[in-house]
């Protein structure tokens, strides 16, 4: 049994959890993805499957077939069930003995753990035979891994160090037979990785403080420079691998244009909470119930009555890499403008805490709210998309004019928009 911990929310463990999950899985023996995290449960939604039954039915005594789901065909995972855990949260769970019969019936237990060195997150690092943590270079959250590396020492954790230099990948490997304290690092280096580690690209080594502390302690993932996906590859790379997690995003577009492709790109490859603000959930839903290779999100219609403690009411719930899509935010921009200037600050907080990306939708109509100013000042990117209409065609060019902590792009591309997005890269690729 593989624990999978982190000392900070968001640094990526369910990410990782999963990822192990479907690496083993083409081993063609049963693994099982289990979520321990009581109070915040996420890994049922990134591997888009049910929330019940879970593990509350392990400890009543369910089967591994009654009380774990396999993710949606066509995935490739055919080796792989997901445990959630429970949604409404429960304390009446004894979890070491849920754990054993889990480890009793499959090949593989991948456990993602809660974040911290709390009392949730000692449990299953207890009852786990190696530990992995998984971190950012955030100097908080290395300093929080710290403790939970401590904590995983105290709990007799197997040790080893992975280094993930793309954020892409995650894998483990045995440590040595000797299992130095933390912070001596007069100790040789982990074992050398198998054979098919060192052909996923994934290296051993040694990194600077407090990472380098931390080889000797426990197992580590460290995500290095990650990108989130736009859903459009040829952007991607025109933007250096995506958007930064944690990132905001304002998509300005007119009314009369096929912005809303984009946002079903942005949707494609994370969990996603849509908060439509003008048409019904059930219109919105269907939407992506047509296209059938997109995942359906979870969609929310907020009200014309206090948008703004709607909307901060169901931003507050997003878990970890997910993404928010706000479609459109004219409503939120026509509030006052201090508490709509508060609403972001504490949107931009959240997304940022949870490594998740938020995307605006505003329309540049003829009615633009006074607060759109705001808006785009407040955000890390800009998208800006014109649609013209030229002689007998359609042109839709897409200008990226701001992008903090990142490279504008200097020149606008060209996109095709009708069932699906395109990109003309005769002209703006290379």
């Keep these: 049994m593989l624990a999978i911990a982190g000392g900070k929310g968001g640094c990526g463990k369910t990410t990782t959890t999963f990822g192990l999950a479907g690496a083993l899985g083409r081993t063609r023996r049963l693994v099982l993805a289990v979520d321990t995290d009581l109070d915040m449960p996420n890994l049922h939604l990134l591997a888009e499957v049910d929330g019940e039954p879970g593990l509350a039915a392990v400890a009543n005594g369910g089967s591994i077939e009654d009380v774990s789901h396999p993710p949606p065909e066509p995935s490739g995972l055919s080796g792989v069930r997901v445990v959630p855990a429970p949604q409404s949260g429960s304390r009446g769970i004894h979890l070491p003995a849920a754990l054993s019969r889990l480890e009793n019936g499959a090949d593989h237990v991948l456990v993602d753990c809660p974040a911290g060195a709390g009392p949730d997150a000692v449990t299953p690092l207890r009852a786990a035979d190696q530990a992995l943590l998984v971190t950012t270079t955030d100097p908080a959250c290395l300093r929080d891994t710290a403790k939970t590396a401590a904590m995983a020492r105290a709990e007799h954790a197997h040790r080893g160090v992975c280094r993930d230099p793309n954020g892409t990948a995650a894998a483990r490997h045995r440590a040595t037979a000797r299992q130095p304290g933390l912070g001596d690092d007069s100790r040789r280096c982990p074992a050398r990785p198998s054979r098919r580690i060192r052909r996923s690209g994934i290296r051993c080594s040694r990194v600077g403080y407090p990472v380098q502390t931390l080889m000797n302690a426990v197992g580590v993932v460290v995500f290095m420079g990650e990108r989130l996906s736009t859903g459009v590859p040829v952007l991607g790379r025109k933007l250096e691998g995506g958007l930064p997690p944690g990132s905001s995003v304002a998509l300005c577009a007119p009314p009369a244009s096929q912005a809303e492709l984009l946002l079903s790109e942005f949707t494609s490859s994370r969990p996603t909470l849509y908060l439509t603000t003008d048409r019904t959930e059930e219109s919105v839903s269907a939407e992506f119930r047509r296209a059938s290779d ?30 928010l899509v706000v479609d459109p935010v004219d409503l939120l921009e026509r509030e006052d403008p201090t508490r709509y200037r508060n609403f972001l600050h504490d949107l931009q907080s959240h997304v940022r805490g949870t490594d998740s ?50 490279r ?3 020149e606008t591309i060209k996109l095709e928009l009708t069932e699906s997005v395109a990109i003309d890269t005769s002209r703006d690729i290379a």
Excluded at 359 to 373: E, I, T
Excluded at 377 to 393: C, K, M, N, P, Y
């Design 294 to 323: 997109r995942r359906t999100p979870e969609v929310r219609y907020i009200p014309g009555d206090a948008p703004l403690d709607h909307a901060r009411r169901l931003f507050q719930r997003l878990p970890s890499d997910s993404t």
């Design 357 to 406: 990306l938020a995307v605006l939708h505003c329309l540049d109509g003829r009615s633009v709210p006074d607060q759109r100013d705001i808006t785009e000042h407040a955000v890390d990117v800009v998208f800006q998309l014109r649609t013209e209409i030229s002689g007998d065609r359609v042109e839709n060019r897409l200008a990226v004019p701001k992008f903090r902590g990142g």
């Design 408 to 410: 504008a792009l200097p």
